[in-house]
């Protein structure tokens, strides 16, 4: 049996795009990758994500926001960036690790606009299924990938 690629999402504060990506390759990949989550900084786990994920059938509620250094001793083979400012600001990484970029909408900020609670949710949940979709690809789509 071959090791499972082991896989860190980076956002900006690991409570919502990473968190997904993290549930949803737990959820759809955890037979080939052991998959992370983490932040640049730590804005605590988005109760809006729980929900729409736990509507697929994905329970994140139990992650932690967790900052980048608490996997300083992770051997990784891929690091995600799925936000703008995580891919701007990715720090590199020792060993082998290649840095990806694979960008997402921000729910939070384009649910602030909305004054309905049901709009609201729909960015959420696009963004989670345009994150299941690309997580269905992995892990061929990181191998294809050109590194940052």
């Known amino acids: 049996?071959?090791?499972?690629?082991?896989?860190?999402f980076l956002c900006t504060g690991?409570?919502?795009?990473?968190?997904?990506?993290?549930?949803?390759?737990?959820?759809?990949?955890?037979?080939?990758?052991?998959?992370?989550?983490a932040g640049i900084e730590t804005h605590g786990l988005n109760p809006n994500a729980v929900k729409v994920m736990a509507e697929a059938g994905v329970d994140i509620s139990r992650h932690r926001s967790k900052k980048l250094d608490a996997f300083a001793g992770v051997?990784?083979?891929y690091v995600v960036t799925v936000c703008g400012h995580a891919n701007e600001t990715c720090p590199r990484f020792p060993g082998r690790a290649k840095v990806?970029?694979?960008?997402?909408?921000?729910?939070?900020k384009l649910a602030a606009k909305e004054t309905d609670s049901e709009r609201?949710?729909?960015?959420?949940?696009?963004?989670?299924?345009?994150?299941?979709?690309?997580?269905?690809?992995?892990?061929?789509?990181l191998i294809q990938k050109p590194a940052k």
């Open 120 to 141: 609201s949710l729909d960015h959420y949940r696009r963004v989670r299924d345009e994150i299941a979709a690309f997580v269905k690809t992995l892990p061929d789509a």
């Open 14 to 37: 690991n409570s919502c795009r990473s968190q997904m990506a993290e549930g949803w390759a737990r959820h759809l990949k955890g037979d080939s990758i052991e998959p992370y989550s």
């Open 100 to 108: 990806v970029h694979v960008g997402f909408d921000d729910p939070p």
């Open 1 to 8: 049996m071959a090791a499972k690629l082991k896989v860190l």
């Open 75 to 77: 051997a990784l083979d």
